[in-house]
Structure formats: structure tokens, C-alpha cells
């Protein structure tokens, strides 16, 4: 099966790069390059690609305004190639396969493809959350540290700010986020949530448990050498006294207030 693809980037060596990336797939024809919003509007509406990779932001017709003027039901499925994070979460609005962060390297590059082809074979997709969080990631490893987090809830995808966040607990290979009286269930393990998270301001106390630096009131010794965390909600979280030294804890606390 053959893959028809078109390349819209007003940058020519962005297109060529994204050319390069795709010749090494021999099931991917790329049939059009285009340099700008109008010539890539003329061009899907006239050769009816199964894939495009978009740029987003472009002069005189960005990416959205392309989709715009074809119209989300007629487009092929997207891939956005952007430099600006800021659009993440739109692209996935604009219901996007896949959202690339440049500069990105191959094995996202591959990953992305994989996501393409596993939506033109009529494969089950990557669930919108997972996708979302993805985007997000990518987002927090540029700036920093996660400052939100994407969660379903009511069939739609909810933005939780990390601050509102009171402490996570482990659930397998899930994450449960306590946040104020309501609890969010994310595929994501504790240690890899751990990484993304900013160490100034959240603390993994204990092998099940992450909590907020922000929301740690009191800390109460307990048996064997352990103590037991009190959250500012009243929740009491044991903390292991191998996972972290009781005087690193309260200096940290005592930094973040």
C-alpha cells in the first residue's frame, strides 16, 4: 500500500528535512511540496493526498486557516510540524494524527509515522488523552517541568494545573491525582510522572506516593523510623524512610513557603 503524502513548510530546509525523513519509507510517496498556505489549500483540494505535513505557523495563511478553507471533514490526515509549542493542544483540536516539535529526532519522527499508518490500516488509535499527554510531555521537556496535566473526565479532556495537584498514588501502571475532593485515574506510572515533575516543588515520599511540597502542613514520626505526612486536606501520607532523608523533606518544604 502506498502512502500519498504532501509537505507544507514555508522553510525549505524543514521540507527537506521532513523529505529525507520520509524517503526512507518506501511505502510513502511524497507527491507535492508546498512553501505556503495557499499553494498547500490548491494543492490537497487537487490531488487528494491520504497524508500532509503541515506547518503551522506561516505568512499570510497559517496551518488552521488551510483546514479552514478545505474543511476538516475533506482534509487527509495531518501531521503538524511546528516550532511553536503554543499549539499543541489546537492541533489536536483540529483533529491531528500527530503533533511534531521542532526540532525533533528520528525515533519521534517514527513514532508519529507509526500513529499514521496505524489510522489508515483502521487500527485502534493511540486514546486522545495518551495523545494529548504526549504533546504535553513534549511541551513540558521544553520549558521545564510538566505545568499541566491531561485528563478524561465526562468524554472530554480536562488541563490540571500541577499546583492543584495535593499528592499522586500509585495504581499499577496507572496514576491517581488528588486534587481538592476529586480523584483522576492517567495511564502513567508514578516513576515516570516523577521525572517530569519539578523536584523543587513535588517529592516522592514514599514508593506509592508523590506529594506536594506546597501542601506538606506537618510531618509526624511514626513507627520503625518512619513518619507520616500530613497534607494541608488533612491526608496523611506515610512516608518510607528509605525514600528520601526526613531533613531533605522539611528543608525543601521549608524553601517552598
Not at 5 to 17: F, Q, T
Not at 109 to 135: C, S
Not at 187 to 201: F, H, I, Q
Request: charge should be positive; charged fraction near 30%; hydrophobic fraction near 40%.
Amino acid at each position: 500500500m502506498s502512502v500519498r503524502a504532501i509537505i507544507v513548510d514555508d522553510e525549505p530546509l524543514a521540507r527537506k528535512g521532513l523529505l529525507r525523513h520520509l524517503q526512507a519509507h518506501a511505502g510513502i510517496q511524497v507527491i507535492r511540496e508546498c512553501g505556503d498556505g495557499r499553494a498547500a489549500v490548491e494543492s490537497i483540494l487537487a490531488e487528494r493526498p491520504d497524508l500532509v505535513f503541515l506547518d503551522i505557523q506561516m505568512p499570510e495563511m497559517d496551518g488552521f486557516q488551510v483546514i479552514e478553507r478545505i474543511g476538516k471533514h475533506r482534509m487527509p490526515l495531518i501531521v503538524f510540524v511546528t516550532a511553536y509549542d503554543q499549539y499543541a493542544l489546537s492541533a489536536f483540536d483540529a483533529n491531528a494524527v500527530d503533533y511534531l516539535l521542532k526540532p525533533f529526532r528520528k525515533e519521534r519522527f517514527e513514532r508519529a509515522l507509526a500513529r499514521v499508518m496505524d489510522r489508515i490500516k483502521g487500527n485502534p488509535e493511540t486514546d486522545m488523552t495518551e495523545r494529548i499527554a504526549a504533546a504535553m510531555d513534549a511541551l513540558g521537556r521544553r520549558q521545564g517541568y510538566l505545568q499541566r496535566i491531561p485528563v478524561s473526565q465526562n468524554g472530554r479532556i480536562r488541563l490540571v494545573a500541577v499546583e492543584e495537584i495535593e499528592w499522586i498514588e500509585a495504581s499499577g501502571n496507572y496514576a491517581r491525582l488528588h486534587s481538592g475532593t476529586s480523584i483522576y485515574e492517567i495511564r502513567e506510572t508514578l516513576t515516570s510522572l516523577e521525572r517530569k515533575l519539578d523536584p523543587n516543588g513535588f517529592a516522592r515520599v514514599h514508593r506509592s506516593a508523590i506529594v506536594n511540597l506546597h501542601r506538606v502542613k506537618e510531618i509526624h514520626p511514626w513507627f520503625h523510623g518512619h513518619h507520616v505526612i500530613l497534607l494541608e486536606s488533612g491526608r496523611k501520607v506515610r512516608m518510607s524512610r528509605y525514600q528520601r532523608n526526613v531533613s531533605d523533606l522539611l528543608d525543601c518544604c521549608s524553601r517552598r513557603h
